[in-house]
């Protein structure tokens, strides 16, 4: 059972279009983060979200934190070619150390 | 600081050989992490530590693996005799602190032939 469940898992677009990616859970988190892999590297940070209703923009990407803090988006306007990589979040369980990573969503913009 | 080192970045070992994977935090950053990362799947943490400190071992299997951060040098995962399922990509990051974002290293590939 993942605690963390990403959708879709898999999302090939246009480039130019517009997409969202979504993160779940039924549990709490104090905080969610979210990272963009490229193949052969590690994860890097985008954003840190911390409050319920949190909203953050990154250039044409925009995070939303849920109210109840258990659910994430991120929404790309006019994606591009380089956006092309996985889509990681990754959360802070209330009163627990460590991160737990989604199942991830594997993002290609075609030219 | 180029950030968090991973040495070496491949690593091959036969079945029954030890494996040891290297991290240096960034520094500053007294806080690390090991995650390993099968193909086309997300990361699973396996332990956190602080300078001298395991804070939290929990998802680190039982037998034959083990991680430690010594005062002085950088954190160590070290794999007992490995079996061909430890061949995944093994990933540290650092933080200055619990619910910082965490800064990930280039990852260790260990495929056990």
């Known amino acids: 059972t993942q605690l963390l469940e990403q959708s879709p898992q898999f999302l090939s677009i246009q480039e130019g279009e517009n997409l969202t990616v979504y993160c779940n859970s039924s549990?709490?988190?104090?905080?969610l983060q979210w990272y963009r892999q490229e193949p052969g590297e590690g994860p890097v940070l985008l954003v840190t979200?911390?409050?319920?209703?949190e909203v953050k923009k990154l250039k044409r990407l925009t995070f939303q934190f849920g109210d109840a803090r258990k659910d994430s988006s991120l929404h790309i306007t006019a994606a591009q070619p380089g956006d092309t990589g996985l889509y990681l979040c990754?959360?802070?369980?209330?009163?627990?150390?460590?991160?737990?990573f989604g199942t991830g969503t594997r993002l290609t913009v075609i030219p | 600081n180029a950030g968090v080192m991973q040495n070496p970045r491949h690593l091959v070992r036969r079945r029954g050989q030890e494996a040891r994977l290297r991290c240096s935090p960034m520094?500053?950053?007294?806080?690390v992490y090991w995650y390993r990362q099968l193909p086309e799947e997300g990361l699973k943490f396996m332990v956190y530590?602080?300078?001298?400190?395991?804070?939290?071992e929990s998802g680190m299997p039982k037998e034959r693996f083990s991680a430690e951060f010594p005062k002085e040098g950088p954190s160590i995962l070290r794999i007992q005799q490995v079996v061909r399922g430890d061949s995944a990509a093994y990933f540290c990051?650092?933080?200055?602190?619990?619910?910082?974002?965490?800064?990930f290293g280039s990852g260790t590939r260990l495929t056990v032939v």
């Open positions: 520094k500053g950053h007294s806080h």
């Open positions: 530590l602080q300078k001298e400190n395991i804070i939290d």
């Open positions: 979200v911390v409050t319920g209703g």
């Open positions: 549990s709490v988190f104090s905080s």
């Open positions: 990754a959360g802070v369980l209330l009163g627990a150390n460590n991160l737990f």
């Open positions: 990051a650092s933080s200055s602190g619990q619910g910082y974002g965490y800064t």
